[in-house]
């Protein structure tokens, strides 16, 4: 049973990974050439840029525009799938025992922290697009697409990133996993208690005879 429990928690790990890296990636895909700026690359000079001059300069503010609007997105998706992550590989780790030598209280604490998760993915997923599609349908946003579409550069537009979207589809996943979790969390505690009600009426039946014959002498 917590074999079972063990392998949905390492696939909720893996998933926590996932949605950090394409948050990470969100960023660096849309931050266009604010990225190389801030890193000091020469990603926005003039010889790999198509833009040059007062269009530049335009890219240059709208981009760091844009990433200051997703700045929020950015740091809240970092701190929540890195957060649970480790949390989870905590709850992995502790758990990594056998069920009989299990306290009660760890397997109600489990349900409750994989339930939280949960709902605060469902949460988050909500809150995460929502914030996205309001900074998409920005002025910000449509005139950088705008500057970026006259070079061509179409992928640099205000539609939902593929990146967002991969980073919401792991998070559903990872709401269904936290869910199997808690059903496996409760059916322990439900296992572990009629083990030790059984464990306990065999002791009773065993020191029952012994008593019933120190009686009669």
Avoid at 24 to 38: C, K, N, T
Wanted: glycine share 12%; hydrophobic share 45%.
């Amino acid at each position: 049973m917590k074999v079972t429990g063990g392998v949905v928690q390492i696939v909720e790990v893996i998933l926590n990974g996932m949605v950090l890296m394409c948050i990470v990636a969100s960023y660096f895909v849309l931050a266009g050439f604010s990225a190389s700026f801030a890193s000091g690359g020469g990603f926005g000079n003039n010889y790999y840029s198509p833009f040059e001059g007062t269009e530049l300069e335009q890219v240059r503010q709208l981009d760091q525009q844009y990433t200051v609007l997703r700045a929020p997105l950015i740091y809240g998706g970092v701190a929540v799938s890195l957060g649970l992550g480790v949390l989870t590989m905590g709850v992995l780790l502790q758990g990594a025992k056998s069920l009989t030598k299990l306290p009660r209280k760890w397997l109600v604490l489990e349900a409750v922290f994989s339930l939280l998760a949960a709902v605060g993915y469902c949460a988050g997923i909500g809150v995460f697009l929502h914030v996205a599609l309001r900074i998409n349908a920005t002025d910000t946003c449509k005139r950088r697409e705008r500057l970026y579409a006259r070079k061509g550069l179409t992928w640099m537009n205000c539609q939902l990133a593929g990146t967002d979207g991969a980073a919401a589809t792991f998070a559903c996943l990872l709401v269904i996993m936290y869910g199997v979790s808690v059903v496996l969390a409760l059916r322990s505690y439900r296992e572990q208690k009629l083990y030790r009600d059984s464990q306990e009426q065999h002791r009773n039946y065993r020191e029952g005879p012994e008593y019933l014959w120190s009686g009669t002498l």
